[in-house]
């Protein structure tokens, strides 16, 4: 790649005045409130956050364009059921200002690549169809009908359907995706990589193994009802801060919460409830009764020391297995405790690297109580061994008899607010025979039953030039993915770059030889089709189907619905070839959701059932002790502990959020409760780790990362000592990601090892 394109790819080098405060020990309350308030006068002003506030997650109003956290199926506060970070979602939707022809016309790509991914994502709404020509540095307008024959020829000239790659966003709500992945193989292909692929598709292969389904198996009702809450390898208080009133009441019940992090989280240490004025006055609620500070990847050595013990109790007093529960409902029992016994107790605890006393602490909380819920996130799934993470925590449910019952289960926290939902009807790159079957049968064509690409997978065919068209519904591509330079260069080998966007960002600037960005309406934002105007639906993290309508006029006359898009593009590629009627389903998304009732498992009564101001929930076998395996029972699993050292003054590093960020999404440059302000290249490490390198606080540092002899580097970061295991650290994404190799996944589902990336750290 020359120069200037490497710059496109990577966020400027620069630092922007670093501040270091003591790390926050408490979350939310008065400071939350004020941060949000501030943040929305800032970008859309008090009266529009107002009225978007009073309508988001409510009832007849629409899902934060924010997280997967579920809604309380009953009254929903009247103060709002939206957190800080929900506030910042909506002021980065529906901020004041659009971009179009003449913004475009003044910047090139090359002088907006100088620009951070928080400046992309500030600089408006983006407010007409755009492209960039062969040969060009700068996008143009263009209709929207000459759109969407730009990508039907291209999509014709392609030798076979599988050189064109359609990749998700989970802000796709079901409507759209549907009529997606219906397009795609009608057109021809299975090639339908999503963020799933790269945040929990280790989770779904796990769960359906152990349990017969791939996702969680617990409602907002059993986080009240627990009595141990574990929380492991996430942070709430940033990425789904609403969780923390559902752990809060949990607490109020007399249940325990550990916390099992590498680092100590603000929201998981105390939560001051900013909807209750009594907890603003004292101050708030202490949350974990325990932190584990488990070194990175240190996981299955936890549980797996967990497990040892648990045996050894059963083998002396008795009473600690569910043997009721494991004989009726279990599979692999015997040979489960055949390989436990083959591992030394010790090693797994110095392999977890935590204390004897916090582990016999730990210990004695999950010994003496069977309603246990285990939470987690990416600090699980984005590991080689990040499978057998999740499956050995649900072999300890699984011995506690802790599934399929009040207060008890599985709960991995999705990240955006439809991924889960999007997956459910039909985006997958591996969808099941049964699933194909019925788009057969219900349309008339036989969609194709070949394994399509994944995100890693679609990034090597493009690489390649095995694809050749990209098309991205939603999301930042290449602020998303691992790899960065490599996967850019995928990019840019391409033909054709599509993204349906709300904003600018990254990806726009990382282009095929031709590449447009087509404009979408945002969730807060009015749907105005033929027949009126329309709701759309998502699903949850915990499996509520529920509707969603937005209040704002849209920012521009010249946005086009998700579902619109897919409908144009379809029409304009299959023509009369397809056995789909397109045009229809822009105009009525209850005839989408008809479709969806025939062919998707659990949606009987679509279009009745979403009037229910609550929605409703999808079958879940798990919750009814029903397994879906093949086995036809929950299955015990074997699981290792992870192959790798650390060689001389190599770390392990893992990419984290900020505060003030979103997945990909930027929305300032602070990261409060970690006392990190004004910038974002840092790198946290501890403090010995820092003396035996002879490194200095706020040093600049650049970091290579090491796998299988290839050697990565992003350049540029400043050292900030924090409380973190020993031969751990821990740094932003995507700033990082760079250092992440494609082929350092998850086995069985390609999951990228974000989590665990061997580096060492050069004094600049």
């Known amino acids: 790649m020359n120069q200037s394109k490497d710059k496109r790819a990577l966020a400027p080098e620069e630092f922007t005045n670093l501040k270091i405060k003591e790390r926050a020990n408490n979350s939310a309350g008065i400071k939350g409130i004020t941060h949000a308030l501030n943040h929305a006068q800032k970008y859309i002003g008090l009266s529009k956050v107002l009225k978007l506030s009073l309508k988001m997650n409510q009832k007849g109003g629409f899902d934060c364009p924010g997280c997967a ?37 003044k910047y090139s790509v090359d002088e907006l690549a100088d620009w951070s991914d928080f400046e992309l994502g500030k600089s ?36 076979h359907p599988d050189e064109a790659v359609f990749y998700t966003s989970g802000r796709t709500t079901n409507e759209a995706a549907f009529l997606y992945q219906l397009f795609v193989r009608e057109y021809g292909t299975s090639n339908l990589p999503d963020c799933s692929n790269m945040c929990h598709e280790a989770s779904g292969t796990a769960l359906s193994e152990t349990l017969g389904i791939g996702k969680g198996s617990v409602t907002l009702d059993d986080l009240y009802k627990a009595e141990v809450i574990m929380v492991v390898g996430q942070n709430p208080g940033t990425n789904h801060p609403r969780m923390l009133s559902a752990l809060e009441k949990c607490k109020r019940n007399g249940g325990k919460i550990i916390a099992v992090n590498p680092l100590p989280e603000a929201g998981l240490i105390k939560f001051t409830n900013p909807q209750n004025p009594m907890k603003m006055v004292t101050g708030g609620t202490i949350l974990a009764d325990l932190y584990v500070p488990l070194s990175i990847n240190g996981d299955v050595a936890f549980f797996k020391a967990i497990l040892l013990k648990l045996l050894e109790k059963e083998e002396t007093i008795g009473k600690v297995f569910d043997h009721d529960f494991i004989e009726k409902h279990t599979h692999g029992y015997q040979a489960f405790i055949s390989d436990l016994k083959s591992y030394d107790f010790e090693d797994c605890l110095k392999s977890a690297g935590i204390p004897r006393d916090t582990f016999d602490a730990a210990l004695q909380l999950i010994l003496n109580n069977n309603k246990i819920i285990i939470c987690w996130a990416m600090g699980l799934t984005q590991h080689e061994n990040a499978v057998d993470n999740i499956r050995e925590l649900v072999n300890l449910l699984l011995l506690k008899g802790s599934i399929g019952k009040d207060g008890a289960g599985t709960c991995p926290v999705r990240g955006h607010s439809n991924v889960q939902g999007d997956r459910t009807v039909g985006i ?8 194909l079957d019925k788009i057969e049968d219900k349309y008339g064509f036989k969609p194709s039953n070949k394994h399509g690409y994944s995100v890693i997978e679609a990034i090597k065919a493009m690489y390649e030039k095995r694809a050749k068209v990209f098309f991205g519904l939603g999301g930042n591509f290449i602020a998303a993915v691992p790899d960065t330079l490599y996967s850019a260069k995928a990019l840019e080998n391409c033909n054709l770059t599509v ?11 990382v282009t095929g030889k031709e590449a447009l960005i087509l404009p979408c309406l945002g969730r807060t934002e009015k749907d105005y089709q033929k027949s009126g105007e329309q709701i759309q639906s998502i699903e949850n993290s915990m499996g509520i189907v529920s509707s969603t309508k937005g209040v704002l006029n849209p920012c521009s006359d010249k946005l086009l619905s998700e579902v619109a898009v897919v409908c144009g593009i379809a029409h304009a590629t299959l023509g009369e070839r397809s056995q789909v009627n397109w045009l229809q389903y822009k105009d009525d998304y209850n005839l989408v959701r008809d479709d969806i009732e025939e062919v998707v498992s659990g949606f009987q009564n679509y279009n009745e059932r979403i009037k229910d101001p609550s929605g409703f929930y999808l079958p879940n076998g798990a919750r009814l002790r029903q397994f879906n395996t093949k086995t036809g029972k929950a299955n015990f699993t074997l699981n290792k502990l992870p192959e790798w050292t650390l060689k001389g003054e190599e770390l392990i590093m893992m990419t984290i959020r900020s505060h003030d960020q979103f997945n990909t999404t930027i929305y300032g440059l602070n990261d409060r409760y970690r006392g990190i302000f004004n910038e974002r290249r840092v790198i946290f490490m501890n403090v010995e780790d820092m003396k035996e390198r002879q490194l200095e606080e706020k040093q600049i540092v650049h970091i290579k990362s090491h796998y299988k ?12 000592g924090y409380d973190i295991p020993k031969n751990c650290c821990a740094t932003y994404f995507p700033e990082t990601n760079v250092l992440v190799p494609l082929d350092s996944f998850a086995h069985t589902a390609k999951t990228p090892a974000s989590k665990s990336v061997i580096i060492t750290v050069i004094p600049a």
């Open 709 to 720: 002899e290839t050697v990565r580097e992003a350049h540029n970061f400043m050292v900030v």
């Open 428 to 435: 997958w790159e591996a969808a099941p025979q049964s699933f």
């Open 499 to 509: 993204h349906v966007s709300t904003k600018l960002n990254r990806s726009h600037l």
């Open 124 to 159: 408006g709404r983006l407010a007409e169809p755009m492209l960039l020509k062969r040969g060009s540095k700068y996008y143009r307008p263009l209709s929207w009908e000459e759109a969407f024959n730009k990508i039907a020829t291209h999509l014709k000239s392609l030798d």
């Open 69 to 105: 956290w579920p809604d309380p199926d009953d009254e929903r506060s009247l103060w709002g059921e939206y957190c800080e970070n929900g506030i910042k979602a909506i002021a980065e939707e529906a901020q004041n200002k659009t971009i179009g022809r003449t913004f475009f016309s």
